[in-house]
């Protein structure tokens, strides 16, 4: 499967990967130059043919929505061709600590990636900010707000970014669409108070950290309230788990029928549940 670059807006290209896998967005801001949002270097060769596509030879910025290794593994790449890489405190924070024992688990099944990039590393974000900032560039308002409730919900670092001219949310990996999410690096009450925060956002078009893009904010209402719901029923289940009253095979099975029984990566929900049982609790 190979993943589709998606114009949303005159000037938004989304590249939603394939299967569930991250998302990317291109904001082209100029004539041959855009700003990119998140890059992962396992997928590197699919985004330099997007930028290519959409004729951005030159990057002003790169924003990481996050510190996960899918969205920020390919700060390294893109540091050394001097573009400046914006993300929140708590993001920079979460890569400063965490983040390379991370990084370098996460290279394992991919050690070639270290000869063909020499030095690979990972590479913190070198321009941060703390609760929102704004990025201005001609014709271009990017909005960047810091959304993780008391330092962390789905990560340490969840940002969203709204394009002001063309009314873009771009949502990173609060809101997951159509694919089971992955929820054992995140604290999971803190994250339902993020997506309560989003449920009267405005926008015409809806980029998630994975799934497909959401046309229209009537559309996306459902899909954050979606979101939400799905994680306060997956936590009040491990609550009983925890508490002995639910065996681990009931949750993962509820979490696979019903409504959610359309939900794509289903491998996500065994590891989900293991993840929160076996060590990772927040
Ligand atoms: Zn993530």
Redesign the pocket.
């Known amino acids: 499967m190979e993943s589709e670059v998606k114009k949303i807006s005159p000037s938004v290209f989304a590249i939603i990967g394939p299967e569930g896998s991250t998302n990317f967005t291109i904001i082209k801001t100029r004539p041959d130059t855009g700003v990119l949002i998140d890059a992962d270097i396992r997928r590197i060769d699919e985004i330099e043919e997007a930028l290519r596509l959409t004729g951005c030879s030159k990057i002003e910025y790169l924003i990481d929505t996050?510190e996960?290794f899918?969205?920020t593994s390919a700060n390294f790449y893109f540091a050394q061709r001097g573009i400046p890489i914006i993300a929140s405190a708590g993001c920079r924070g979460a890569m400063g600590g965490q983040g390379g024992p991370d990084f370098e688990r996460m290279m394992k099944p991919v050690p070639e990636l270290y000869e063909r990039f020499p030095g690979l590393c990972l590479t913190l974000p070198n321009v941060q900010f703390n609760e929102s900032t704004k990025v201005t560039l001609p014709g271009v308002t990017l909005h960047l707000e810091y959304r993780a409730e008391n330092g962390h919900s789905?990560?340490k670092g969840d940002t969203t970014i709204y394009f002001e001219e063309e009314e873009i949310l771009i949502a990173?990996?609060l809101l997951y669409t159509e694919v089971h999410p992955?929820t054992f690096?995140g604290n999971i009450p803190n994250w339902l108070s993020s997506l309560k925060t989003l449920f009267d956002s405005h926008y015409k078009q809806l980029v998630p950290?994975h799934g497909p893009s959401v046309d229209g904010e009537q559309r996306g209402r459902a899909y954050f309230r979606k979101m939400h719901d799905y994680l306060e029923d997956f936590y009040g289940h491990l609550l009983e788990v925890k508490a002995g009253r639910e065996s681990s095979d009931e949750l993962a099975q509820h979490m696979l029928s019903g409504s959610y029984r359309d939900l794509g990566k289903t491998r996500m929900v065994q590891r989900n549940v293991n993840q929160f049982l076996t060590g990772r609790w927040f």
Do not use: I, K, P
Request: proline share 0%; no cysteine.
């Open positions: 996050h996960h899918d969205h789905h990560s990173g990996d992955v690096f950290g």
